[in-house]
Each structure stands twice: as structure tokens, then as C-alpha cells.
């Protein structure tokens, strides 16, 4: 089954603990993305990938870091978190990084932090 | 950068009738995608309609590029259709592709 596998699904942490969301799809995608999801805000995009060793910036980079060293994973990295990173995070990924390609997304991860 | 409107924000249904969401966006766009966030949070994808109109069962899309604007046309509403609906609009160009999301329309249809 095709799928984009987030981890965890749910978090409560503390501010300034390290802490990594992982982002695995099945698909042999080369594109993939993480999103915030906020009241009131809908979804803005973190960081995104085209391929292998190609991240670059969305809209709301600041405090997070990713990697792409290899097709299948897109982990995103809080390395301090604070509170105003709470929110529901989204992995997403589809085979290209062009117009037309259907977007899968991950289920979402809740994150807590305080 | 891309600015993405929605309109309206929440509109509650009697299941069974019409609406249309409207989307309206700036002119930095390639094309428009629409998605629906069920309540349970899962996002699919439902339309990628950089011009003219798609359909798919009971929704259907318009987008007039050359106007900035996208329609969402829901019809004979069903429970099922609660949730949010978004619209994207995508900008690409030589090594990026960017997606950003209008607020969303919260959609609640009624028995």
C-alpha cells in the first residue's frame, strides 16, 4: 500500500529537548515536504526536498532543519524546541516536484511542546 | 510572495443542498490544487486544475487562471463531506516547488 509513515503521531516535550520527526514513503518519490498546521493558519510548508541531497526553504524555516540522504526518508529536526512550535506537522511527498503530480500525506504528527 | 484567499471561512449545510468555496489567489502561481482535511485530520488530494474544469463524482473544479480564481462546487452534500477544504497554489520554477495553502473553508453538512 502506498503510503507516507510519520513517527511519532504524538508528542509532548519539553523546550530545548532535542527532538526528531521521521518521514518514510513507499512510493520511490522524489519530492517531499513538511507542513505546520495551525488554527486559523491552515498549512504553511517548513522545508522541501526535490531529491536526494536538495532541501530548501519554505515559508516558516526558522528553528527547524531537515536532511534527504536518501530517497525514502525526510526527517524533520527540532534542535531547541520552544512552545511556538507546537502544532500539527505534515509530511508530504509525490513522484516529482512538478505541477500535475498527486500529493500524498502523511497522517500528521501532534506536537507538544512545553 | 503567493497570497492565497478563501472564502467563505465556515459554512454549515443541510445535507443534501449545493455550495461553492471560491479560492481566489495572486499572479505568481503555476496552478492551483484542492484538498480535503476530514475530521479525523487525514488530507487528500482532491483536484490539481490549473485551468479550466474537472469533475469527479459529486465535486467538481473551475479555475479562470487569467482571473486569479478557483471554484469548488459541491453537490447534492452528503455527512461524509465535512471538514476542511484548501486550496494551494503552487509555484514552481528550476529546482523548487512550492505550495502555499489558503486558511481553509470548514465545511459542517447536517442531517
Known amino acids: 500500500e502506498a503510503q507516507v509513515t510519520q513517527n511519532p503521531r504524538y508528542l509532548i516535550t519539553v523546550t530545548g529537548k532535542k527532538l526528531t520527526v521521521t518521514c518514510s514513503q513507499n512510493m520511490n518519490h522524489e519530492y517531499m515536504s513538511w507542513y505546520r498546521q495551525d488554527p486559523g493558519l491552515g498549512l504553511r510548508q517548513i522545508y522541501y526536498?526535490?531529491?536526494?541531497?536538495?532541501?530548501d526553504k519554505g515559508d516558516v524555516p526558522e528553528g527547524y532543519k531537515v536532511s534527504r540522504k536518501e530517497k525514502r526518508n525526510f526527517p524533520l529536526i527540532l534542535e531547541s524546541p520552544s512552545p511556538n512550535q507546537t502544532s500539527l506537522y505534515f509530511c508530504?511527498?509525490?513522484?516529482?516536484?512538478?505541477?500535475?503530480?498527486?500529493?500524498?500525506f502523511g497522517e500528521g504528527s501532534w506536537l507538544t511542546v512545553v | 510572495g503567493i497570497q492565497v484567499e478563501q472564502s467563505p471561512p465556515d459554512l454549515i449545510l443541510q445535507e443534501g443542498a449545493n455550495s461553492t468555496l471560491r479560492c481566489n489567489f495572486s499572479d505568481s502561481v503555476n496552478n492551483l490544487q484542492w484538498f480535503h482535511q476530514n475530521p479525523w485530520g487525514q488530507l487528500i488530494n482532491l483536484f490539481y486544475i490549473p485551468s479550466g474544469t474537472k469533475q469527479n463524482g459529486r465535486l467538481s473544479a473551475t479555475t479562470v487562471a487569467t482571473e486569479r480564481y478557483s471554484l469548488l462546487y459541491i453537490s447534492s452534500s452528503q455527512t461524509t463531506d465535512s471538514g476542511v477544504y484548501f486550496c494551494a497554489a503552487v509555484s514552481s520554477g528550476a529546482g523548487s516547488y512550492q505550495l502555499t495553502f489558503g486558511k481553509g473553508t470548514k465545511l459542517s453538512v447536517i442531517p
Open positions: 508530504a511527498s509525490s513522484r516529482e516536484g512538478r505541477a500535475g503530480n498527486t500529493i500524498y
Open positions: 526536498s526535490m531529491n536526494v541531497e536538495a532541501t
